[in-house]
């Protein structure tokens, strides 16, 4: 088989989930957008309600519609991208609650399914989604009117603690929701991290569930084996892969392994980059093709059937380093292609 | 709806693949490894089979037995992969022609699958896959004893015409193939713009199919339309996003549009990108989220419900360059939440 292993541990992301809960002064939520952060809505989704989640964030209607599907009821599913054109009989068969980014929505909402429930998102500062202060001031009084659920914000800096937007932020939401006495949100993982002046009444950590930074302590939640396809020596001075872009210095064994940038290494990622065997870390050569990367197992001395990219030497936050971006990236970014096998199932 | 729509045009990529044919001396095979560049390989597979095309490539044996189920017969696949340990079954099943890349997979083969085509990749340079020359010729007669239906090599520098690894490939593979009359192939979409010299019985075109580079002249075969959530007006000394890395110089109109990381959309396209209304391109600011991206449409003197990130003004080629990558990695990372429209629907 030349099929790359993704193995999820759900147990894993169930206790990391639980440790976020515990973390948060009140109620936790569970993001699980992007088909839970790429790892897999259905079985994500319900191992975490297993856990206890019954709070649940998504970026559209139709994640919320399969979301609902998978979860039946009884939980919460709120849709950050509100209430948009053409969401509405979504909204109301699979009883999804969105969140209200604009006048615009507030309108369409409250005119097409004033029964339904739903959620006010403020813009506290990032300037991406939720309504503005000036705006919010304005509609105020007939949204409260409305009886919306949840009042939340995000926050744009939560990862660096020390940057004074979070503190600018936090004081815009006091200010926003000052005497409203209806369920606040504000932190995600990295602001339930800041602390419990920014927990309110519900928190909705993502990231940290899934084992990436800016969550410490965390379970890993994935690892990835790839298939050795081929073993080859080679003399010094020789060439692997595409455009002859690494020359050999010296004798060297190669392996060829069955993934690539279809499967979500991205080509970007770096000469720090190591496939394991067992302990031992053996460096990428050559540009990573579509389907294959060619790595150099000289310092080994078996003939590995399989290497590991991710495992407990070389985290999701280290190989999205060595690429240039974030775990969050890594993770979203996961091919289709992987056999995944699913470990500690929900019970 | 705040899922975006990815728009493939089937006729575009029948049309690339007949062109890449017409160009071929012989035959020509299409490439449709990685869900067909990402472009699904269902739909791909079958308007390349009312074109005309009969003989498939893919990657893994999983591959090649999803599209053999798509498929039926008559029509040969080919895996690049070879004969791995645990694909014996699957490719007796499907009727799969594993193209052998060792000595350990020949004996593999012809040990537990004697009866099932199979042809043999060589390596003539490249070091990726394939037997090794000394490994050939050590094994050159036992293979020919049975029968294999290509030999086949791939080059590593065809996107560089004079690179002079093009020709040592060529003249490396006449060597091996010397006075063997089986077919072979060594040229895919790069080498088939070398010239005849390079396509022998059969040509493998990928890349091209799907309208990308090296290929020229050939039309585009994707769009991509994104949903505008909401619009904002800001002020000068804001910021938009993220890390608050970008700060406005004036009073700005800034929409934030439903798509992100998470589609494939990746965190490193640069300041070149741009988001287009019509013929007006509308620049990205701030870092792109998983589900969302600001633009500055302050250019605009209309409210845009929705924005193009692919279409006749940015090509895959162009937005890859921007992400500092290629055509290939963008098409294979196209994320799995676009509302996937298919045109020109094979008959």
Same mark, same amino acid.
């Given at each position: 088989m030349a099929t790359a292993t993704a193995t999820i541990n759900l147990n894993a992301i169930r206790k990391n989930w639980q440790k976020l809960r515990s973390l948060s002064s009140n109620d936790a939520a569970a993001v699980v957008k992007a088909n839970a952060y790429g790892l897999g809505l259905k079985q994500v989704a319900k191992a975490l309600y297993v856990e206890g989640a019954r709070i649940f964030f998504v970026a559209t209607a139709e994640e919320g519609a399969e979301l609902r599907s998978i979860l039946g009821e009884p939980s919460d599913i709120y849709v950050?991208?509100?209430?948009?054109? %053409?969401d509405t009989e979504l909204i109301k068969n699979y009883n999804l609650i969105p969140l209200i980014n604009s006048i615009e929505q507030l309108s369409r909402h409250s005119k097409l399914l004033r029964e339904q429930k739903f959620g006010v998102q403020l813009d506290?500062?990032?300037?991406?989604?939720g309504l503005e202060p000036m705006e919010w001031e304005a509609s105020k009084e007939l949204t409260l009117s409305l009886n919306p659920v949840l009042i939340m914000s995000h926050l744009?800096?939560? &990862?660096?603690?020390?940057?004074k937007m979070n503190i600018n932020q936090l004081n815009n939401f006091l200010t926003l929701t000052n005497k409203i006495n209806i369920k606040k949100s504000l932190a995600a993982t990295g602001g339930i991290l800041l602390?419990?002046?920014?927990?309110? &009444?519900l928190t909705r950590p993502g990231i940290g569930i899934y084992g990436?930074?800016?969550?410490? &302590?965390c379970l890993p939640v994935l690892k990835i084996d790839i298939p050795v396809i081929q073993i080859r020596n080679i003399e010094s001075g020789e060439t692997v892969g595409y455009g002859n872009t690494w020359t050999s210095p010296s004798k060297k064994r190669i392996a060829t392994i069955?993934? %690539?940038?279809?499967? %979500?290494?991205?080509?970007?990622?770096?000469?720090?980059t190591r496939l394991y065997f067992e302990e031992i870390g053996c460096p990428i050569i050559g540009r990573i093709s579509m389907d294959l990367i060619g790595v150099d197992?000289?310092?080994?001395?078996v003939e590995p059937d399989r290497l590991a990219l991710i495992n407990s030497r070389q985290t999701i936050d280290k190989i999205a380093d060595d690429a240039g971006t974030i775990g969050y990236e890594f993770l979203t970014s996961l091919g289709q292609r992987y056999k995944r096998n699913y470990t500690g199932v929900a019970r």
């Open positions: 950050f991208s509100g209430h948009m054109v %053409g506290t500062g990032m300037n991406r989604l744009a800096c939560a &990862d660096e603690p020390n940057h602390g419990p002046e920014y927990h309110f &009444d990436c930074s800016p969550m410490q &302590d069955s993934a %690539g940038y279809a499967d %979500g290494i991205f080509r970007t990622i770096g000469k720090k197992i000289t310092s080994l001395n």
